[in-house]
């Protein structure tokens, strides 16, 4: 395994586009004006870093990605106003130029797969913000992924099936949802699925676990710990 398995290149696609990639446009949204203030000082002090906007709160984030159409979004993921998962899937389906670093607190590598599946391609620890938030922004700028080291090797066996159930990620993420009590078509409406392809997730989870039962799917989630995604 290479020595940085945290940061997994991905080719870059382009798409055709002439957008230069320096410096690297960021918005930073954060509810915590302390936080903001901490992270712009820091990514101001980085000569191939512009920050463009800041944000207190998830509709303005939105708008401000909306109407400056950064290269990296720098998105807490606890922000008021809305769920920051279904803003991510939101994003990356109209403003696709814009890939998604995600902040926060929580070490589960369940959370941080939420994220990643949603659509975010990085996902930084605040703790370790000031060392890896340029590292993960230039990366996400590249077409790259950068998991914090604390989560990463969670995230890897989250990815590889080796809790042996061999779900894909996005059957975990419909095993999540249904964990958390939502029926076919709120997943439907939150994964931007048809109700018949979550249905059919559904089935292929039932067959490989062996679950046939809505309580059986939802105890297994328990045992781990999939219902603490948000």
Same mark, same amino acid.
């Given at each position: 395994?290479?020595?940085?398995?945290?940061? /997994?290149?991905?080719?870059?696609?382009?798409?055709?586009?002439?957008?230069?990639?320096?410096?690297?446009?960021?918005?930073?949204?954060?509810?915590?004006?302390?936080?903001?203030?901490?992270?712009?000082?820091?990514? =101001?002090? +980085?000569?191939?870093?512009?920050?463009?906007?800041?944000?207190?709160?998830?509709? /303005?984030?939105?708008?401000?990605?909306?109407?400056?159409?950064?290269?990296?979004?720098?998105?807490?993921?606890?922000?008021?106003?809305?769920?920051?998962? @279904?803003?991510?899937?939101?994003?990356?389906?109209?403003?696709?130029? /814009?890939?998604?670093?995600?902040? *926060?607190?929580?070490?589960?590598?369940?959370?941080?797969?939420?994220?990643? *599946?949603?659509?975010?391609?990085?996902?930084?620890?605040?703790?370790?913000?000031?060392? @890896?938030?340029?590292?993960?922004? &230039?990366?996400?700028?590249?077409?790259?992924? !950068?998991?914090?080291?604390?989560?990463?090797?969670?995230? =890897?066996?989250?990815?590889?099936?080796?809790?042996?159930?061999?779900?894909?990620?996005? +059957?975990?993420?419909?095993?999540?949802?249904?964990?958390?009590?939502? /029926?076919?078509?709120?997943?439907?409406? &939150?994964?931007?699925?048809?109700?018949?392809?979550?249905? *059919?997730?559904?089935?292929?989870?039932?067959?490989?676990?062996?679950?046939?039962?809505?309580?059986?799917?939802?105890? !297994?989630?328990?045992?781990?710990?999939?219902?603490? *995604?948000?």
């Amino acid at each position: 395994m290479a020595s940085h398995s945290h940061l /997994t290149a991905v080719p870059a696609d382009n798409g055709g586009s002439n957008r230069s990639s320096f410096p690297i446009k960021v918005i930073l949204a954060d509810d915590h004006v302390g936080v903001r203030r901490s992270l712009r000082q820091m990514l =101001d002090h +980085e000569q191939d870093l512009e920050v463009v906007a800041e944000a207190a709160e998830l509709f /303005t984030a939105v708008h401000k990605v909306h109407h400056h159409v950064p290269h990296v979004l720098v998105l807490d993921l606890q922000m008021p106003n809305g769920s920051s998962l @279904e803003a991510i899937r939101a994003l990356r389906e109209r403003v696709p130029d /814009t890939e998604i670093v995600v902040l *926060t607190m929580d070490l589960s590598p369940a959370f941080a797969q939420a994220a990643l *599946t949603a659509g975010a391609v990085g996902f930084v620890i605040k703790d370790r913000s000031d060392v @890896e938030l340029p590292e993960a922004i &230039r990366a996400a700028a590249r077409g790259g992924e !950068y998991v914090s080291p604390q989560v990463a090797a969670g995230v =890897d066996r989250l990815r590889r099936g080796t809790y042996g159930d061999g779900l894909s990620p996005r +059957e975990t993420e419909v095993l999540q949802l249904i964990a958390r009590g939502h /029926t076919s078509t709120e997943i439907a409406q &939150r994964m931007h699925l048809s109700r018949r392809a979550v249905e *059919t997730h559904r089935s292929h989870i039932r067959r490989k676990l062996g679950l046939q039962t809505r309580a059986g799917l939802v105890q !297994y989630a328990l045992r781990r710990e999939l219902h603490q *995604t948000p």
